[in-house]
């Protein structure tokens, strides 16, 4: 896979106003959200499409309108939330290799998450509470990192190193939890991975309230992040706090990483490569940026998710297994790592 065609095509659509690129976005995602109902093993694409007329049986009914429209949903609104976490991290840090999943907040979020639920203090009957303790989770990573960091956080590379350092560190603490409890904690092992399988309105319900109030608290932070992304000191000589405003940038990705952890796991990936994109899409500025961010999120998580599924559909018919399930961040990983190996293998670097 090369780069270069991305690169092409989004120097081409650089050239479009702002509106007409978030429109089309817009209906990249509505795509994404059809291919995710016509994918799935149970129904057929002309089931669906008499199940949206207002016909279909019973069952054809239960399964697109309790099964798979919530899925879609719940990856269009888990992917918008990390994509708007990754954005707004890599401009308050300054910073292009950042993301959720290696500055410590993704892992965190999961380890809150998994360690709430193996202590009964927590789990999918009680989804407010996997939230809570995904956002202490969530925190205390990014704290981690920024202690460890110290007086190099102003050096992407080392910063960088850190986070990988903090997340590995994480992640191990979350497998000896799940070693300790293997029984109860079968069940959350998707959220290592990422998946969107078996979400229901539940999950919907709870994540979009959560999502739409930090995208909206991320929106409003898009003039400080502007400023911090052309430097420290350029953002203090426009009158910025740079303090109380990285302060309250890191606030709000750590939220939108732990409402959509919960809601998908960690889905590898999104948070880091989205925001590249979108400030290739729209430019350094934030205002426009971070609804880019959050549609190409969208689009990301529903397209993978689809492709999920039609690679569940094919795997279980080559090898006769009718349970053979692709999680979606498989598919986002392994989509994310060729896209960042043919960057690399170009020799360029992300630049903010």
């Not at 994480?170 to 000896?176: D, E, I, Q």
């Not at 959220?191 to 919907?204: I, Y």
């Amino acid at each position: 896979m090369s780069a270069a065609p991305l690169a092409a095509a989004a120097a081409r659509a650089r050239t479009l106003p702002a509106p007409a690129l978030l429109a089309t976005l817009a209906v990249l995602v509505a795509a994404a959200a059809v291919a995710g109902l016509t994918a799935g093993r149970a129904l057929a694409p002309a089931d669906v499409w008499q199940v949206l007329r207002g016909g279909g049986d019973a069952t054809a009914r239960h399964v697109l309108l309790q099964l798979r429209l919530p899925r879609a949903l719940v990856a269009a609104g888990a992917g918008a939330a990390l994509g708007l976490a990754g954005t707004v991290l890599q401009a308050a840090l300054r910073n292009p290799l950042a993301g959720p999943e290696v500055t410590g907040v993704t892992p965190g979020a999961v380890l809150g998450a998994v360690t709430a639920t193996g202590l009964g203090l927590a789990g999918w009957e009680h989804p407010a509470a996997v939230v809570a303790a995904a956002c202490a989770g969530g925190f205390a990573g990014a704290a981690l990192l920024w202690a460890l960091a110290g007086r190099e956080r102003s050096d992407p590379a080392r910063t960088a190193v850190h986070g990988v350092l903090t997340s590995a560190v994480l992640s191990g603490l979350t497998a000896v939890v799940l070693l300790v409890a293997p029984g109860e904690l079968g069940s959350v092992v998707q959220w290592l991975v990422g998946s969107t399988e078996g979400r229901v309105w539940t999950h919907w319900q709870l994540l979009w309230p959560w999502a739409l109030a930090w995208a909206i608290a991320a929106w409003l932070l898009a003039g400080p992040l502007t400023l911090l992304r052309c430097g420290e000191e350029q953002a203090a000589a426009a009158g910025l706090a740079t303090g109380r405003a990285r302060a309250a940038a890191l606030v709000c990705a750590v939220a939108l990483t732990a409402g959509a952890v919960p809601a998908v796991g960690a889905l590898g990936f999104v948070g880091l490569l989205v925001p590249h994109l979108a400030f290739a899409l729209f430019g350094a500025d934030l205002r426009t940026a971070l609804p880019g961010a959050a549609l190409l999120g969208a689009a990301a998580v529903g397209w993978a998710d689809a492709a999920a599924q039609w690679l569940s559909r094919l795997a279980a018919g080559a090898l006769d297994a009718d349970r053979l399930t692709v999680p979606t961040g498989a598919v986002t990983t392994g989509v994310g790592a060729l896209l960042l190996l043919a960057v690399a293998h170009r020799g360029r670097g992300l630049d903010p």
